[in-house]
């Protein structure tokens, strides 16, 4: 999880948006036949691995909270990572 600058690209060609960081947000590489459509400032979240080449796609969020809230709802599970979850008697990790 990153705060920063980020890029908001529209790719019609295959019908998606992209996010990046602000620093590739204008590099030929990654707009390819996109348009940048926007610079947003707020938190970036992904899930990636150390050592893997694998990750998700970025995510954009207002607040720190709001970031975490989104991996724990789409990448974690409470069975899978009860350690990220809250725990009677303690806060929330995340």
Excluded: C
């Excluded at 996010?19 to 996109?34: F, K, Q, S």
């Excluded at 607040?63 to 599970?77: C, I, M, P, V």
């Amino acid at each position: 999880m990153e705060h920063g600058e980020w890029g908001v690209i529209r790719d019609d060609e295959y019908d998606e948006i992209l996010i990046v960081p602000g620093e590739y947000a204008d590099d030929p590489a990654v707009l390819g036949n996109g348009v940048l459509e926007e610079m947003r400032t707020g938190w970036g979240a992904q899930m990636s691995a150390p050592g893997y080449m694998d990750q998700t796609e970025w995510d954009v969020f207002d607040t720190e909270q709001e970031a975490w809230d989104h991996l724990k709802e789409h990448y974690r599970s409470p069975e899978e990572y009860p350690e990220y979850f809250e725990k009677e008697g303690e806060e929330e990790r995340f």
